[in-house]
């Protein structure tokens, strides 16, 4: 259908040709795309505490961290969480210790400031665990008002509804480290001292550093009281098989550091197990800790003024989504940036049997990380992105390539989840109540099977024509159907939020080849249709994650924009009704793209724990606009 005259389609043209370009620009030598991964700064100020606590701050330029850390606050005195948000307690709070272990004076105007806005909304008292956390081991919080969790955890069996296993990847590798810190309670000497007593709104002898209640949830309280045993058995000396477990916890921490130093492909989890060695008294020139410390330093950005660190690198991901961008813009599948960058994924490829065959013995291994390296965690998600883009591509062994495929669709197959969906990295990992122990205050205990993961599943096996058994199918879409909201949309774990989510679940579902929902379909490109902007773009805040009413609502961003416009090209069926929500779209698109083939968009997009963690993936605004152009192009312009 043309629907478009000859100067818009043109214009459409130079947009795709001049986003191309700029990406294939930047493109690294060795054949992968890599961008930032932006989050917040409490990133940044854990690394300086760390550094600070081994005593190797001397080494490292963090002088540029208290630029960068200052350049962050907002006028109202706090730092943000997400962009726009108004600013947050915790976060607020540890970028105020960062500026206080790198020598800032408490009398400093942009500490006031951020004095004045932390004890506004009740200070160190009402932050996060983490960020008491943090406090405790430098002396700034009581142990006192920390969860304990006792060592012995790590002599529960597999089969057994508590052990490590039953927590996601991300939360296991960053608790299994701190057995030992919560264990040892350590408060170690900083160079300055700080106290922070500043930031008690009531007043540090007034504070009580007891663990917070529910009203309503009475499983929770009962949780919170049990977590009063462990401290009793705590200061009595009885604790079972402690200095057992804490071997255990250190040996499991050694075996899983990747031979780069990287534990889990996250900062958290490396941060985590560093204060554990400290703990345990490892030497600063241990080749464990200076391998760990290399890593973490991979992680941090230089710029000639300022020094941040990224929560994770997303290389793989990255490289896979350019890939498929490209591709879908018309750029020819033996063109020498794909085929060079088919050749690096491949190479990526983890043959190893990770974590996630404790809860999944027969699966094969055959995934693709986040990250550089990460053998231990590879995740469905990559993994079914990595086959599309490979799957698009044309290499010079095909048969290595599609063996590689083979091998990854055969573990995706045995990832399944018992409620017929597919979660990141675990097998039925849902073991919902352990987000309401004391210690889970950012619900981020488990890995359960989400609607994006699902689809993004579906869309792999009828976008790469693989063969997929009609029960697993059957059990697939019967997971969308029960996840589908009322109005229409799907919820969106690891993007913001139901714009995300949608769109993925319509690209799954479109390319089947088969009856794909067609009423669920249509139900979801009507919400999208119905959430556009004036502008004609589209937009959703992070805050729709704690309130509902706010689906699909926020400023228009380019990232978002194309999601939605990918939804509603995925419905045929109701093209010609869409039709005139898909060109304002597109002209949003092209008439917010700068000269050079870039997109701004200073929103997070991305999520890491719904609620509590975002992130901006800095390549989302190049390559998802690229990809619904491309597809605008194909589908229109005939």
């Known amino acids: 259908m043309q629907v478009q005259d000859d100067v818009r389609m043109a214009r459409v043209d130079a947009a795709i040709a001049a ?5 294939l620009s930047i493109q690294d030598p060795a054949g992968y795309w890599w961008a930032e991964l932006e989050s917040n700064v409490t990133m940044t100020a854990e690394v300086v505490l760390l550094h600070k606590i081994w005593g190797t701050d001397s080494t490292r330029p963090l ?11 907002r006028d109202h005195g706090g730092w943000e969480l997400f962009y726009g948000d108004g600013g947050d307690l915790s976060t607020s709070v540890e970028a105020y210790m960062g500026l206080r272990l790198l020598g800032v004076p408490q009398t400093d105007p942009d500490l006031t400031r951020a004095r004045r806005f932390i004890c506004e909304r009740g200070g160190i ?6 960020t008491k956390l943090h406090l405790a081991l430098i002396g700034c919080y009581d142990w006192r008002g920390i969860p304990s969790i006792p060592p012995w955890v790590m002599f529960l069996p597999n089969w057994s509804p508590v052990n490590i296993y039953e927590l996601s990847s991300w939360a296991r590798g960053s608790t299994v480290p701190l057995l030992i810190v919560f264990d040892r309670k350590p408060v170690f000497a900083t160079n300055p001292a700080i106290a922070l007593d500043e930031l008690y709104s009531e007043g540090r002898a007034n504070a009580r550093f007891a663990l917070p209640r529910s009203d309503t949830d009475w499983f929770a309280n009962l949780l919170t009281d049990l977590d009063a045993g462990f401290k009793l058995a705590e200061q009595l000396g009885v604790v079972p098989l402690r200095e057992e477990s804490l071997r255990l916890a250190e040996r499991w921490v050694i075996e899983r550091q990747e031979p780069t130093g990287d534990w889990g492909g996250i900062i958290p989890a490396m ?4 204060l554990a060695l400290r703990c345990l008294d490892y030497d600063a020139h241990d080749p464990v800790i200076e ?3 290399a890593a973490v330093d991979r992680f941090a950005i230089e710029t000639t003024d300022t020094y941040r660190v990224q929560p994770c690198v997303s290389p793989v991901w990255d490289t896979a989504l350019v890939v498929r961008a490209l ?3 018309g750029l020819a599948a033996d063109h020498p940036a794909l085929t060079q960058a088919g050749e690096w994924l491949l190479s990526k490829q983890i043959l190893d049997y990770g974590d996630w065959s404790v809860k999944n013995p027969q699966g094969p291994p055959g995934g693709w990380a986040f990250e550089f390296e990460n053998r231990f965690y590879p995740d469905v998600d990559d993994t079914a992105v990595v086959v599309m883009a490979l799957d698009a591509v044309l290499l010079a062994d095909e048969q290595t390539k599609q063996r590689a495929i083979e091998r990854s669709v055969r573990w995706i197959a045995s990832m399944q989840c018992r409620e017929g969906g597919w979660a990141a990295f675990d097998i039925d990992n849902n073991a919902e109540w352990l987000n309401r122990i004391p210690y889970a205050d950012l619900k981020a205990m488990i890995d359960p099977n989400t609607a994006d993961v699902t689809a993004r599943v579906l869309e792999m096996y009828g976008r790469c024509r693989l063969p997929l058994d009609s029960q697993s199918r059957e059990r697939a879409l019967t997971y969308l159907d029960r996840e589908q909201e009322q109005e229409g949309c799907w919820f969106g774990r690891w993007g913001v939020n139901y714009l995300y989510g949608t769109s993925g679940v319509l690209a799954g579902l479109s390319v089947l080849g088969l009856d794909y929902r067609p009423e669920a379909a249509r139900r979801a490109a009507v919400w999208l249709a119905g959430h556009q902007n004036t502008d004609g773009g589209w937009g959703e805040t992070c805050r729709s994650y704690s309130d509902p009413s706010l689906k699909g609502q926020g400023p228009s961003t380019a990232s978002q924009t194309a999601w939605a416009l990918i939804g509603l090209m995925a419905t045929p069926g109701l093209r010609d009704h869409l039709v005139g929500a898909i060109v304002r779209g597109v002209a949003y698109l092209v008439h917010t793209q700068r000269p050079d083939g870039t997109w ?3 929103e997070f997009t991305g999520t890491g724990f719904p609620g509590h963690f975002y992130l901006k993936y800095h390549l989302y605004q190049q390559h998802f606009p690229l990809t619904a152009l491309g597809r605008y192009r194909t589908e229109f312009s005939a």
């Not at 002088?63 to 606050?73: F, G, I, M």
């Not at 941060?271 to 560093?274: A, E, I, M, R, T």
């Open 63 to 73: 002088a540029k961290a208290e630029t960068y850390l200052r350049s962050q606050q």
């Open 19 to 23: 986003s191309q370009q700029h990406l």
């Open 291 to 293: 391998r760990g410390m």
């Open 327 to 329: 591709r879908d813009s």
């Open 600 to 602: 701004d968009e200073p």
């Open 271 to 274: 941060l985590n197990s560093l």
């Open 125 to 130: 008292s009402r932050t996060r665990i983490f």
